[in-house]
């Protein structure tokens, strides 16, 4: 067994499953979406992406862009979010809401497009 591969694997996995965790729930209900469930998102998401960063296969270049697609949308979330409850006269309100799971979906579903290329490459793989 590869430890490398199988903390690759994990991290992937990780990310996807913090991303869903995050995600699901009332689209415009802040109460269902937990802030540090964002944040853990984020850091299991730049930590996938730098175990990336090895890779130098066309496959591993595709996991790195899902992994950057991720991080970006999952920063852009947070910074919405920062800006909301701290800057913004409104605070977060349900609009914002909105665009903070809106913008975590899009991670998530680049999540779910790297969860497929590992099992796809997992199940290429020969003995």
Not at 98 to 118: D, F, Q, W
Request: glycine share 8%; proline share 0%; no cysteine.
């Amino acid at each position: 067994m590869n430890i490398e591969k199988v903390f690759f694997a994990f991290f992937i996995v990780l990310a996807l499953t913090l991303n869903f965790g995050f995600f699901l729930g009332g689209i415009d209900q802040a109460a269902h979406h937990n802030v540090y469930e964002l944040f853990a998102a984020i850091v299991v998401s730049i930590i996938a992406t730098i175990l990336k960063f090895g890779d130098r296969t066309h496959l591993g270049a595709v996991f790195l862009a899902t992994s950057l697609v991720a991080d970006l949308q999952l920063i852009s979330a947070a910074i919405v979010w920062g800006y909301a409850a701290h800057i913004a006269a409104s605070g977060v309100t349900q609009d914002t809401v909105v665009v903070i799971v809106s913008l975590s979906g899009g991670a998530l579903l680049a999540n779910i497009t790297s969860v497929i290329l590992l099992l796809a490459e997992t199940m290429s793989v020969r003995r």
